[in-house]
C-alpha cells in the first residue's frame, strides 16, 4: 500500500466516519447546490470526502485503489493529486452546472476524483482489460472508456436513480484532459481513444444541456 494511497483511503474514512455519525457535520459539509451558490465553495471539495454508508466508500476506494497506480508511474505523485482534485472539482462544478437552481440538490462521494483517476489509467494503459462485477467478462479498457461516457450521458437526464451521473461524467473528462496536458506525447500515442472520447464528452455535454 503506497503512503499517499494510504493518506487518501483514510482522509476519506475519517469524513465519512464523522460523516455518518454526526448529522450537523454531514449536512455542513455535503456538496448542496444552494449552499455553494452561497458561496460555500469548500462544499465542491468536502462533499467528495464524505460517503452515503460503508459500502459507498468501500466501492469508492476498491476502485481507486485498482487504477491508483498506473497513474503515479505515468505522471508521479504531483500530477496523481492533480488529476485526483482536477476529477474531485470538475465533477462537483459539472453537477452545480446542472442543478444550480435546485437549492435542495445534494450529493456527497468521491466519485468524481475516482473516475478522473479511472480514465487517465485508461488513457495510459488502454489494452488493459476491465471487469465489471458481476460479470466474470474481461471488457478492454478503451471499449469501457467510451460504453461508459455514453452510460453516463444517458443517465445524466434519464435516469432518477440517486447516482451522480454529473458528477462522474465531469470527473472522467477532467481526468482525460489532465492526462493530455501532463503527458502530451498521448495526443499522438493514443489520437484515434482520445478523438472518439472527445466526440462522446461533447456529445454527451450537449445532448445533456438540452435535455436539462
Known sequence: MDLLLLIIILVNAAFTFKGLND?????????NAGAVRRGEYYRLVTGAFLHAGWGHFLFNMITLYFFYKPVVVYTGYT?????????MIGGNLLAYYFHKNDSYYSAVGNSGAVNAVVFSAILFQPGASIFILPFPIPIPAYIYAVGYLL??????KNLKDHIGHEAHF?????????????APGLLKQRLMLLVALLIVIIGGFIYARKKA
Do not use: D, N, P
Open 23 to 31: 448529522y450537523s457535520f454531514f449536512e455542513r459539509y455535503k456538496f
Open 79 to 87: 500530477g496523481f493529486l492533480l488529476i485526483y482534485f482536477a476529477g
Open 170 to 182: 465531469g470527473g472522467a473528462a477532467a481526468g482525460i484532459i489532465l492526462s493530455v496536458l501532463l
Open 151 to 156: 452510460y453516463t450521458t444517458f443517465g445524466m
